[in-house]
């Protein structure tokens, strides 16, 4: 199999670490989640008191193995290792054996070493100040594997109209290993239609979200993050100010306030 790494700047600017490019990648291992412990000692008393635990960054080795035709051409090669990974910013990486999700890393030091006379090794190590890594398309994307964006194992329902309602009560699936909180990952509710007094109840959550305005038959109400948007326009003052979360797995939701009317729910997976 012809393993390769697709780099993805912010920017959309993609780079692709293959062998027809001249590049082999040997090794791409990914740490397993590594539990950080709040804890107290207390005078006289063996051992600690657990207080809770989050999960801390994780970390990711990988060996790439460059091809030149000479040393000269060694040293082009190298210097666009260098360009490649010279950012001051987070990028994405992507491990074609696991095309469907991307780890936003930065990289940590490195040094090439020349080996023999035209072949180039250079240990990269990266880290991911999340937890987890993301699903390469979104819910509102089609989920087909012909896409190249989706994999087997990321807990997928190939419902099309799943994460696209016109009905006053549905389900959203988030197959995600953790809840969706708007506060720190990305999540875009978009309602149109007319409404009055909307409110949006997440059952399972008992997340409860009211805008006491209205809105005609061609605007848009967008909950995006922890802003509140009706056709571009920040509206959060007419909101009760709360949020919408989506707990992990199967989640119930009743509309009140319009009997007409479309809403979806884009957001990425995340997965450990």
Do not use: C
Request: neutral net charge; glycine residues 8%; hydrophobic residues 35%.
């Amino acid at each position: 199999m012809n393993r390769y790494l697709t780099i993805q700047r912010l920017n959309g600017q993609e780079y692709i670490l293959n062998k027809q490019n001249g590049f082999i990648v040997s090794s791409f291992k990914i740490s397993a989640p590594s539990p950080r412990i709040a804890s107290e000692y207390v005078e006289g008393l063996d051992g600690y008191i657990d207080m809770g635990a989050d999960y801390a960054e994780r970390r990711i080795e990988s060996t790439l193995h460059f091809l030149a035709l000479d040393e000269i051409d060694y040293i082009l090669k190298r210097n666009e290792i260098f360009s490649i990974f010279a950012s001051k910013e987070q990028f994405y990486v992507i491990d074609s054996r696991e095309p469907g999700k991307r780890w936003l890393v930065r990289a940590e030091g490195y040094s090439p070493d020349l080996v023999g006379s035209r072949t180039g090794t250079v240990n990269i190590n990266f880290i991911s100040a999340s937890t987890y890594a993301e699903s390469t398309g979104t819910s509102l994307d089609p989920k087909t594997f012909a896409l190249g964006i989706w994999q087997i194992g990321q807990g997928l329902i190939l419902d099309e109209t799943l994460y696209t309602h016109t009905t006053n009560t549905f389900r959203i699936y988030n197959p995600s290993a953790v809840d969706i909180d708007p506060r720190n990952l990305p999540l875009v509710i978009t309602f149109r239609g007319a409404s009055t007094n909307l409110q949006i109840k997440n059952l399972t959550t008992l997340d409860f979200y009211k805008y006491t305005g209205s809105t005609g038959t061609n605007d848009k109400l967008e909950l995006s993050g922890i802003r509140s948007l009706k056709n571009g326009v920040s509206v959060f003052k007419n909101t009760n100010r709360k949020l919408i979360k989506l707990k992990s797995g199967w989640n119930d939701f009743e509309i009140i306030g319009s009997s007409s009317f479309s809403i979806t729910f884009d957001f990425r997976f995340y997965y450990l």
